[in-house]
């Protein structure tokens, strides 16, 4: 049984930095492609970042701005969120699929406003 447990989200100002990680109860990152997910409120979920035998892909919106890595033990992906926009504000939400399974942690609430 896999479990995915995000954690670093919260409320910060336009402009400012947050931290996400996602900690999983086995060393699975290191062997299964991860991404880091959002979903804001009355939208879908969308894939900002994915990182996949230390190759890396972002959507266009966060591209230059956020930035995914996993540490070499291979249990904890990061996802560092630079110069934050209002339209960043949502639940993020780590994810892997192993086999024909998707793994979704619980989420971590962000939001950015003044």
């Known amino acids: 049984q896999v479990q995915l447990v995000e954690s670093g989200g919260g409320l910060v100002q336009p402009g400012g930095s947050l931290r996400l990680s996602c900690a999983a109860s086995s060393s699975i990152f290191s062997t299964f492609a991860t991404g880091w997910y959002r979903q804001a409120p009355g939208k879908q979920r969308e894939r900002v970042a994915s990182i996949s035998s230390g190759s890396t892909n972002y959507a266009d919106s966060v591209k230059g701005r956020f930035t995914i890595s996993r540490d070499n033990a291979g249990n904890t992906v990061y996802l560092q969120m630079n110069t934050l926009k209002p339209e960043d504000t949502a639940v993020y939400y780590c994810?892997?699929?192993?086999?024909?399974?998707?793994?979704w942690g619980q989420g971590t609430q962000v939001t950015v406003s003044s």
């Open positions: 994810g892997v699929r192993i086999g024909l399974t998707n793994y």
